[in-house]
């Protein structure tokens, strides 16, 4: 089983700080196969570059593909923007994003965003 991280995920996992996750998320932790969108890199870039993360967006990635596993996706751009014009009701582009590649793959998202979780079902926390 596959199973998609969004950034806060993404984060809290290289933290090491498991007691943030719900019970549900803590399950595919253990269960699935886990995966990044590209756009998770962007957005760790992003928030490095504007001091609200210390490490780069290269290194925590690294540290948890060597750790648990997590692989970076490798969807085709249009497939992805195709999918999220569907999601009208995500305002955030990164969010789109993300949502758009987890239901591409038709696997569940770890999130904590209630936005998400309200309007996409495959949605964990």
Do not use: N
Not at 9 to 34: K, M, N, P, Q
Request: proline share 3%; charged share 30%; net charge negative.
């Amino acid at each position: 089983m596959k199973a998609f991280l969004d950034t806060h995920a993404a984060v809290f996992l290289w933290e090491a700080d498991r007691h943030r996750f719900g019970a549900g998320a803590l399950a595919l932790l253990e269960e699935a196969t886990l995966f990044v969108s590209p756009i998770v890199r962007l957005e760790l870039a992003l928030l490095h570059e504007t001091r609200k993360l210390v490490p780069s967006a290269a290194e925590l990635l690294s540290a948890l593909a060597a750790e648990v596993g997590v692989t970076e996706s490798r969807d085709r751009m249009d497939e992805v923007v195709r999918e999220a014009l569907r999601l009208t009701w995500a305002r955030d582009p990164f969010d789109r994003m993300i949502v758009a590649t987890a239901a591409l793959h038709r696997s569940p998202l770890l999130t904590r965003d209630e936005r998400i979780q309200e309007h996409f079902k495959e949605a964990v926390w």
